[in-house]
């Protein structure tokens, strides 16, 4: 299995970026995605999530503003954040789980300048 993150970078509050997670080694069986952060000295939160069956959740902080979608025929999973804050500036990570099994991605710097 491998998730592999990219899209990060710097960019002006009120900008946009997109997050790509590409990932493999999965057997086509249901799975759960989802996209989490962690700003320096603070805990890991979800952002949002794309359960098996299709729901589709958001922090309320991100609500309005970043859309996760995925493509199950190109194996990946996007985040699109829009109306970027500079309280959005965190690493972001990729995850899914299969089964019991949770698999994270190593993660995209995000830093939204004020």
């Known amino acids: 299995v491998q998730l592999q993150a990219s899209g990060g970078g710097l960019v002006q509050a009120g900008g946009s970026l997109r997050l790509t997670c590409a990932y493999s080694?999965?057997?086509?069986?249901?799975?759960?995605m989802g996209w989490y952060r962690q700003a320096p000295g603070k805990q890991r939160e979800l952002v949002a999530s794309?359960?098996?069956?299709?729901?589709?959740k958001y922090a309320d902080s991100v609500k309005g503003r970043f859309t996760i979608s995925g493509d199950n025929a190109q194996n990946t999973l996007y985040l699109q954040m829009n109306s970027l804050k500079p309280e959005d500036t965190a690493v972001y990570y990729c995850?899914?789980?299969?089964?019991?099994?949770?698999?994270w991605g190593q993660g995209t710097l995000v830093t939204v300048s004020s």
């Open positions: 794309i359960g098996s069956g299709g729901t589709i």
């Open positions: 995850n899914i789980k299969q089964d019991v099994f949770g698999y």
């Open positions: 080694g999965f057997d086509g069986s249901s799975l759960a």
